[in-house]
C-alpha cells in the first residue's frame, strides 16, 4: 500500500498543474528559449572568432563541446527526474543555462568553451524533463501537446539567430547574451515559484532502485529497442538534411544568386508548418498514423531533393521533408510517454541519447560518402535510406503495440 503513495501524490501534482494555465504558458515560453540556446552558436560563431581570434579547427570546438555535453546531460537526466523530480531539475537547467550563456560574454575562449559545454549539459537536462511534463499533465492528447511544445522550440530556433545577431550587430556580445541569460533566469525563477514543495520525487532510496530495475528491464522490450532505433536515425537524418542542403544546392551548378543559403530556413519552416498543423491532424489520424504518414510524406520530399535539377523543384522537396518530418520526434515521444507511464521518468534520459548519437553519426555519414563518390547526392542517400528504414520501423512498432489507440 505505502508503495502506491509517490504514485497517488503525482497524480494530484498533475491534476493541480492542468488547472494552471499560466505554468503551461511558462513551459512553452522556457523551451522556446532552449530553442535559442540550441542554436546560438550559429549567429555568434563569427564574433568569437574576431574576439579571440580563433582559426576553424578551434571553433569548431564549440560545437564538440556543446554536443557533447548534450548527450552527458541527457544520460543524467532520467537519474536526476527521479533523484529531484521534474520542477527542481527544469529550474537547475534553466539556471545552468543562464550561467552557461553569461560566460560567453568573458574574454577568455577556454572559459568559452567551458561554457559551450555547460550549456549542452544544460539542454541535456532540461529538453526530457518539459517534454515528459508536458505529456504528463495532457494525458487526454499527449501526441498533440508535445507537437505544440516543440512548436514553440521551433520558433526559438529559427528565430533565435536572427535576433541574436540582429542586438550583436555591432560585433558585442554583451547585451544580446546577458539579455538571453536574464530571460533563462526569470523563468528559472518563475518555476521555482509553481510551488517545487509539491513536485513528484519519488521518496527514499529503496524507490529509485525499484524505478532504476523496472527501466532498464523496460528498455528490454522490443517496443523500447524499436523506438531508440528508430529516434537514432530521426535525429540524424533531420541534421544531415537541414545541415547538407545548403551545400547540396550550392553544387547544382545553377546559378542561385546565394538563395542555396535559404534552403535550411525552407526545411525549418515546413517543420514548423507540420509542427502546427499536427494537432488539427491528430483529431482525425491516430498518433501512430500521424508518423507512418509524416514518414512517408518525408521521404517522398528527399526523393525530390536527389531527382531535382533545379533550384525550385530541390527547395520543393526540401519543404516537403521538413513538413513530413515535423511531427515525428513529438509523437514518438508522446507515444512513448503514454506507454510506459510512470517508468518514463527514468527511461527519458536514454531515449534523448539515443537520438544525440544519431544527431553526431548520421551527418558523419553522408560527408563520408560524399567524399567516396566524389558526389553530394550519393551522400543525401544517407537519410533517404534513414526515412525508408523508419518507416520499417514504424511498421513494427504499431505491430508490437497492437491495435492503434485512439488518436491522441
Not at 528565430?159 to 541574436?164: L, T
Not at 526545411?267 to 483529431?283: C, E, H, M, N, Q
Not at 551522400?379 to 513494427?396: E, K, R, T
Request: net charge neutral.
Amino acid at each position: 500500500m505505502d508503495e502506491d503513495r509517490p504514485i497517488q501524490s503525482q497524480e494530484s501534482v498533475v491534476s493541480s498543474w492542468q488547472r494552471e494555465r499560466e505554468f503551461v504558458v511558462l513551459l512553452h515560453a522556457g523551451f522556446l528559449l532552449i530553442g535559442v540556446v540550441t542554436t546560438l552558436l550559429g549567429p555568434i560563431l563569427p564574433m568569437l572568432a574576431i574576439k579571440w581570434s580563433l582559426d576553424d579547427a578551434e571553433l569548431g570546438l564549440f560545437f564538440t563541446a556543446q554536443f557533447t555535453g548534450a548527450i552527458i546531460g541527457s544520460a543524467w537526466s532520467s537519474r536526476m527526474i527521479v533523484r529531484t523530480g521534474l520542477l527542481r531539475l527544469m529550474v537547475c537547467g534553466y539556471g545552468a543555462a543562464a550561467g552557461a550563456v553569461a560566460c560567453l560574454t568573458i574574454a577568455s575562449w577556454l572559459i568559452g568553451l567551458v561554457a559551450a559545454f555547460s550549456a549542452g549539459v544544460a539542454l541535456g537536462l532540461t529538453a526530457p524533463a518539459i517534454n515528459l511534463l508536458v505529456a504528463r499533465i495532457n494525458p487526454e492528447r499527449p501526441a498533440a501537446a508535445v507537437n505544440i511544445l516543440n512548436f514553440a522550440w521551433a520558433i526559438g530556433a529559427v528565430a533565435g539567430p536572427p535576433v541574436i545577431a540582429f542586438f550583436g550587430r555591432d560585433g558585442h556580445l554583451t547585451r544580446p547574451l546577458v539579455g538571453l541569460a536574464v530571460l533563462l533566469s526569470s523563468v528559472a525563477f518563475l518555476t521555482a515559484r509553481r510551488g517545487i514543495a509539491s513536485d513528484d520525487r519519488p521518496k527514499g532510496r529503496e524507490d529509485r532502485t525499484r524505478f532504476v530495475r523496472s527501466a532498464l528491464r523496460a528498455w528490454a522490450t522490443p517496443y523500447a529497442l524499436l523506438t531508440g532505433v528508430l529516434i537514432f536515425i530521426y535525429v540524424g537524418t533531420e541534421t544531415a538534411t537541414s545541415g547538407w542542403i545548403a551545400t547540396y544546392t550550392l553544387r547544382l551548378g545553377e546559378s542561385s544568386n546565394g538563395l542555396e543559403t535559404l534552403m535550411p530556413s525552407v526545411f525549418w519552416g515546413g517543420l514548423l508548418i507540420g509542427r502546427a498543423l499536427a494537432p488539427v491532424i491528430l483529431i482525425r489520424l491516430t498518433d501512430t498514423t500521424l508518423v507512418l504518414s509524416g514518414l512517408l510524406l518525408a521521404g517522398s520530399g528527399l526523393l525530390l531533393i536527389i531527382l531535382g535539377t533545379n533550384l525550385l523543384s530541390v527547395a520543393f522537396g526540401v519543404g516537403l521533408t521538413g513538413l513530413g518530418l515535423a511531427s515525428v520526434f513529438p509523437t514518438t515521444f508522446a507515444i512513448f510517454a503514454h506507454h510506459f507511464g510512470e517508468q518514463a521518468s527514468q527511461m527519458t534520459g536514454l531515449f534523448f541519447v539515443f537520438g544525440g548519437l544519431g544527431g553526431a553519426l548520421i551527418p558523419w555519414l553522408v560527408g563520408l560518402v560524399s567524399e567516396g563518390f566524389k558526389d553530394l547526392r550519393a551522400g543525401i542517400l544517407v537519410p533517404s535510406a534513414g526515412v525508408a528504414l523508419m518507416v520499417i520501423l514504424q511498421a513494427f512498432i504499431i505491430a508490437v503495440l497492437g491495435q492503434p489507440r485512439a488518436a491522441a
